[in-house]
């Protein structure tokens, strides 16, 4: 296997770099796949200065939109030709079953293409019903230079939940990605100055999250910080942000409920159930972890979701058939098997699974089903990040919300069921910023994701997404003669 060597990203070339390097070895099969620069204080500082470098000369900031548009349009081509290359990266770093990191790659071009179209239509508003004379616009402007701060299980999604949008707002960016998989954020950045998009707008420094991830979050020269990663850290960079009076975006974790009820297309469901928790290898912010089934029709239900997530296929990601491929690392892969020895010690009753599926040096966990599990349980309150499944039989609406909404978290839900009144019952007083009915996991780049509680704040996504990389400015505008105010 070739060993992919990189160095920072920074005015549009990989730098020279014989310092430190952060070595990756696949998860599923324990090969060095990767060696990423491990960047230091001052990388960080030359990679600002050339965003803001680039953000002052204009020639990208002040661009029209249409020829934004123009560049993203070429990335997202750039990104389809290089589909594979960019599909074998996210395999290798990550873990991932190559079916979903297809979909990561190909979520990507629409991300970029949809957000090449918002530049275009950048626009504030004008008041002119301010009195004679009197006129005010209210002016849509890029918010400055950006730093990106991107966790390890969605590489190119998540980057491009952000870049595309950041960029066709006229910003310039520096992006830290997890030093797990810094593989395709390095490569794309190439890929857009391939596209035309000037030196320094796209700046990629990799490295630890507590040297480089901190010094971005702490840089007084950053108009603002979106970040997506662990609730921990995000308190962190907000902590960092009071300092320099800088704006926020945290994209947080979740624990979201995925709630059956018995009028629901219950083959459907038991389908959801498995695609809430064993999509990406439960490797997910927006898992639909929690399963809440009436109880009614609870037994045969549970029952079946656990004899299907007993027949999923475990292991090498590059297979098409694989359903649940590596843990990202063996601290992570640790973590994971002991939230399943506490779900056992706690009292929850183990239906499938439970252990690490012994394949290799790879570090898989078997697909894994608790059922009884209570609201005072700690694989009812974490975020697991991994395959395992926690259930709770409930019998009446108002039950389960307040089951649902007892949670830290409230990233995004789900609900099944045939009845329209329940779907907007349950809809409207689920607390999160995300619900989806009869469908899970699903999504458009048109679509905004945010989250309430410790799950975080601000717009990824969708025109709103899109609006938190600008600000307003208002400019009042006095036309003609002028009365005095002050004296005659
Ligand atoms: O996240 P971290 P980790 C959750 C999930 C997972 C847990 C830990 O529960 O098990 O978080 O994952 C950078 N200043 N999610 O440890 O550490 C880091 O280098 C600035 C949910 O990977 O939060 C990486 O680039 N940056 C989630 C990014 O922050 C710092 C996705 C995220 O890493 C930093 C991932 C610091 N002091 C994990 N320390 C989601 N919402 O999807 C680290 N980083």
Same mark, same amino acid.
């Given at each position: 296997?070739?060993?992919?060597?990189?160095?920072?990203?920074?005015?549009?070339?990989?730098?020279?770099?014989?310092?430190?390097?952060?070595?990756?070895?696949?998860?599923?099969?324990?090969?060095?796949?990767?060696?990423?620069?491990?960047?230091?204080?001052?990388?960080?500082?030359?990679?600002?200065?050339?965003?803001?470098?680039?953000?002052?000369?204009?020639?990208?900031?002040?661009?029209?939109?249409?020829?934004?548009?123009?560049?993203?349009?070429?990335?997202?081509?750039?990104?389809?030709?290089?589909?594979? =290359?960019?599909? *074998?990266?996210?395999? &290798?770093?990550?873990? +991932?079953? /190559?079916?979903?990191?297809?979909?990561?790659?190909? #979520?990507?071009?629409?991300?970029?293409?949809?957000?090449?179209?918002?530049?275009?239509?950048?626009?504030?508003?004008?008041?002119?019903?301010?009195?004679?004379?009197?006129?005010?616009?209210?002016?849509?402007?890029?918010?400055?230079?950006?730093?990106?701060?991107?966790?390890?299980?969605?590489?190119?999604?998540?980057?491009?939940?952000?870049?595309?949008?950041?960029?066709?707002?006229?910003?310039?960016?520096?992006?830290?990605?997890?030093?797990?998989?810094?593989?395709?954020?390095?490569?794309?950045?190439?890929?857009?100055?391939?596209?035309?998009?000037?030196?320094?707008?796209?700046?990629?420094?990799?490295?630890?999250?507590?040297?480089?991830?901190?010094?971005?979050?702490?840089?007084?020269?950053?108009?603002?910080?979106?970040?997506?990663?662990?609730? =921990?850290?995000? *308190?962190?960079?907000? &902590?960092?942000?009071? +300092?320099? /009076?800088?704006?926020?975006?945290?994209?947080?974790? #979740?624990k979201s409920a995925?709630i059956?009820?018995?009028?629901?297309?219950?083959?459907?469901?038991?389908?959801?159930?498995?695609?809430?928790?064993?999509?990406?290898?439960?490797?997910?912010?927006?898992?639909?972890?929690r399963?809440f089934?009436?109880?009614?029709?609870?037994?045969?239900?549970?029952?079946?979701?656990?004899?299907?997530?007993?027949?999923?296929?475990?292991?090498?990601?590059?297979?098409?058939?694989?359903?649940?491929?590596?843990?990202?690392?063996?601290?992570?892969?640790?973590?994971?098997?002991?939230?399943?020895?506490?779900?056992?010690?706690?009292?929850?009753?183990?239906?499938?699974?439970?252990?690490?599926?012994?394949?290799?040096?790879?570090?898989?966990?078997?697909?894994?089903?608790?059922?009884?599990?209570?609201p005072?349980?700690?694989?009812f309150q974490?975020?697991?990040?991994?395959?395992?499944?926690?259930?709770?039989?409930f019998?009446?609406l108002g039950e389960v919300i307040g089951l649902a909404n007892d949670s830290q978290y409230g990233?995004?839900n789900?609900?099944?069921?045939?009845?329209?009144?329940?779907?907007?019952?349950v809809s409207r007083r689920l607390k999160s910023?995300?619900v989806?009915?009869?469908?899970?996991?699903?999504?458009?780049?048109?679509?905004?994701?945010?989250?309430v509680k410790g799950s975080?704040?601000?717009?990824?996504?969708?025109?709103?997404?899109?609006?938190?990389?600008?600000?307003?400015?208002?400019?009042?505008?006095?036309?003609?003669?002028?009365?005095?105010?002050?004296?005659?």
């Amino acid at each position: 296997m070739t060993v992919r060597d990189y160095s920072h990203y920074i005015s549009g070339a990989f730098e020279a770099w014989n310092g430190e390097t952060v070595e990756r070895r696949s998860p599923a099969s324990g090969e060095t796949v990767a060696r990423y620069a491990s960047g230091t204080p001052a990388d960080i500082d030359r990679a600002v200065t050339a965003a803001r470098k680039a953000f002052e000369s204009g020639d990208w900031s002040e661009l029209s939109g249409m020829e934004r548009a123009e560049v993203l349009n070429r990335l997202a081509d750039l990104i389809q030709e290089n589909f594979e =290359r960019l599909v *074998r990266i996210e395999v &290798e770093e990550t873990g +991932k079953p /190559i079916r979903f990191a297809r979909g990561d790659i190909n #979520g990507a071009v629409g991300l970029t293409r949809y957000a090449a179209s918002l530049g275009m239509q950048m626009a504030g508003t004008t008041y002119t019903n301010l009195g004679r004379d009197r006129t005010a616009l209210i002016m849509r402007e890029p918010v400055g230079v950006v730093g990106l701060v991107t966790p390890w299980n969605f590489p190119a999604l998540i980057l491009m939940q952000k870049v595309p949008f950041a960029l066709a707002a006229g910003c310039t960016v520096v992006v830290k990605p997890s030093e797990f998989t810094s593989g395709s954020t390095l490569e794309i950045a190439a890929l857009a100055s391939k596209a035309g998009l000037p030196d320094g707008v796209f700046n990629v420094v990799s490295g630890k999250g507590t040297v480089v991830g901190q010094r971005l979050t702490d840089h007084p020269g950053v108009d603002f910080i979106s970040f997506t990663g662990s609730t =921990r850290v995000g *308190r962190n960079v907000i &902590e960092s942000s009071a +300092k320099n /009076i800088v704006k926020t975006s945290m994209e947080l974790g #979740g624990k979201s409920a995925n709630i059956v009820f018995a009028d629901a297309d219950l083959d459907a469901a038991v389908d959801g159930a498995l695609m809430g928790v064993f999509f990406n290898n439960g490797e997910c912010c927006v898992s639909g972890s929690r399963l809440f089934v009436q109880s009614t029709v609870a037994d045969d239900f549970i029952a079946r979701v656990a004899r299907r997530a007993s027949e999923l296929k475990v292991g090498d990601p590059f297979d098409d058939k694989t359903d649940i491929g590596a843990m990202i690392d063996e601290n992570h892969f640790g973590k994971v098997l002991d939230f399943v020895k506490s779900g056992v010690a706690e009292g929850a009753k183990l239906l499938t699974g439970g252990e690490a599926a012994k394949l290799g040096s790879g570090h898989y966990v078997q697909p894994t089903v608790f059922d009884h599990v209570t609201p005072s349980m700690t694989i009812f309150q974490e975020e697991i990040f991994g395959p395992v499944l926690s259930v709770t039989r409930f019998d009446t609406l108002g039950e389960v919300i307040g089951l649902a909404n007892d949670s830290q978290y409230g990233l995004s839900n789900y609900v099944w069921s045939k009845n329209i009144d329940t779907v907007m019952t349950v809809s409207r007083r689920l607390k999160s910023g995300w619900v989806q009915a009869n469908t899970i996991i699903d999504g458009a780049p048109q679509l905004p994701l945010t989250g309430v509680k410790g799950s975080g704040f601000g717009y990824e996504m969708g025109q709103a997404g899109f609006e938190e990389f600008t600000q307003l400015k208002t400019l009042f505008l006095h036309t003609g003669p002028r009365q005095p105010v002050f004296g005659s």
